[in-house]
Nanobody, 124 residues
Framework: QVQLIESGGGLVQTGGSLRLSCAAS????????MAWFRQAPGKEREFVGG????????SYANSMKGRFTIARDNAKSTVYLQTYSPMPEDTAVYFC?????????????????WGQGTQVTVSS
């Protein structure tokens, strides 16, 4: 069973920087394709971006391209999500997800494992 634990959320100001981490355990991390989703109040969970096993493939939602960066450190079994330009509309609960599939996907149905989420609030 895979466990995913997110960290790094909290209150951040517009113009600041935000870096979330997700530590995985339970399966060899290098076998997992990882992704970040987010869910704002009253909205559906949406794909932010994902990264495949060996970082060969990364993908982002169109609205996230250029603002978010995903990276992974297989030695630390951790995946990161970073933005240098958070905006109030980025306020949401951010979830880490994992799958044994080779490619990333924007569909929540394609991920088998989920973290509990970490709240990010961006103030203007």
């Amino acid at each position: 069973q895979v466990q995913l634990i997110e960290s790094g959320g909290g209150l951040v100001q517009t113009g600041g920087s935000l870096r979330l981490s997700c530590a995985a355990s339970g399966l060899p991390f290098s076998s997992l394709t990882m992704a970040w989703f987010r869910q704002a109040p009253g909205k559906e969970r949406e794909f932010v971006g994902g990264i495949s096993w060996l970082s060969l493939f990364t993908s982002y939602a169109n609205s996230m391209k250029g603002r978010f960066t995903i990276a992974r450190d297989n030695a630390k079994s951790t995946v990161y999500l970073q933005t240098y330009s958070p905006m109030p509309e980025d306020t949401a609960v951010y979830f880490c997800a994992a799958t044994l599939k080779e490619r990333t996907s924007a569909s929540t149905a394609d991920y088998d494992y989920w973290g509990q989420g970490t709240q990010v609030t961006v103030s203007s």
